[in-house]
């Protein structure tokens, strides 16, 4: 029985990945309870922060065991869960905050124990990156989540640069005491791109810095901000087409398609006016 007088649901035996709030204790699924209560082993990133999850939802640990699993033991933690995943057992492992496998150490035991045939479940919920794609007001049609950028700032750069490429709004987490730097170096790579800091989401001093790299690194490093922290950075700008790209781009279409139809799918493709685009086909018609 959990401390709320329910009974302790039957869990698969099976490794279940368990996402966790990354603020509000309430933000966290029936599921995710269910299995908190049931699993015959928890494992977790931070044991003290579960503990304190189970304490407010009234999950009693009783003699069942709790392992800190983390990214400095887990070469030598990893063996006992597999071991209790491989007698049959049900393993649920919960991140510090958030959804396991997103910039956090369980990777290589959701991996291991795939290899070694036991059945891999995820229990989805709160995630850090898509509350702050939900509250930044950037284009969420594709993003691209690219963690922890390297520490160092010619690494960092490197990897902006790779990165700006992308055709997609970029999510990454940073450190607060790395943070201005980080978007400092974002800015002299990726130019006055739209960008969001997002810092504390789902909790009391939750708060969305808006503006452009330069303005966000300035506010930055004047006003250093606190807690957790997700930025989130636009896509480039499209370069404008020029009247040999619009031309290539007609001939595709104009080999299959009437010249309306070429005209109107050429136009949406680039945002070009359509009047400039139907001047081009006329003139390669005539």
Request: with cysteine; charged share 25%.
């Amino acid at each position: 029985m959990t401390e709320t007088g329910r009974s302790a649901p039957a869990v698969e035996a099976a490794l279940h990945l368990v996402a966790v709030p990354i603020g509000a204790a309430r933000d966290i699924t029936l599921r995710a309870l269910d299995l908190l209560a049931g699993a015959d082993v928890l494992a977790a990133e931070d044991t003290r922060a579960l503990r304190r999850l189970m304490d407010i939802h009234g999950i009693a640990l009783g003699d069942r065991p709790l392992v800190a699993y983390h990214d400095h033991n887990g070469e030598r933690v990893r063996p006992r869960l597999l071991g209790a995943l491989a007698e049959g057992k049900s393993v649920a492992y919960a991140s510090e905050a958030g959804t396991p496998l997103v910039a956090d150490p369980g990777f290589r035991l959701a991996v291991d124990a795939r290899a070694r045939g036991a059945a891999v479940r995820a229990a989805p919920g709160a995630s850090a990156v898509l509350a702050a794609l939900c509250v930044a007001g950037l284009p969420t049609d594709r993003f691209l989540f690219a963690g922890f950028l390297p520490p160092k700032a010619q690494a960092r750069r490197t990897a902006l640069a790779e990165l700006g490429t992308v055709p997609a709004t970029l999510v990454l987490y940073e450190s607060p005491k790395r943070v201005a730097a980080m978007l400092t170096d974002a800015a002299a790579v990726l130019g006055s791109r739209d960008a969001r800091l997002c810092r504390e989401l789902t909790k009391r001093f939750e708060d969305v810095w808006s503006g452009d790299l330069p303005t966000l690194a300035a506010r930055a490093d004047a006003e250093p901000p606190k807690g957790e922290i997700v930025v989130l950075i636009d896509r480039a700008a499209p370069a404008a087409a020029t009247d040999d790209d619009l031309r290539a781009m007609l001939v595709d279409r104009l080999a299959t398609e009437g010249t309306k139809a070429a005209v109107q799918a050429v136009t949406e493709a680039t945002g070009v006016p359509r009047k400039r685009v139907y001047a081009l086909a006329l003139e390669m018609k005539g």
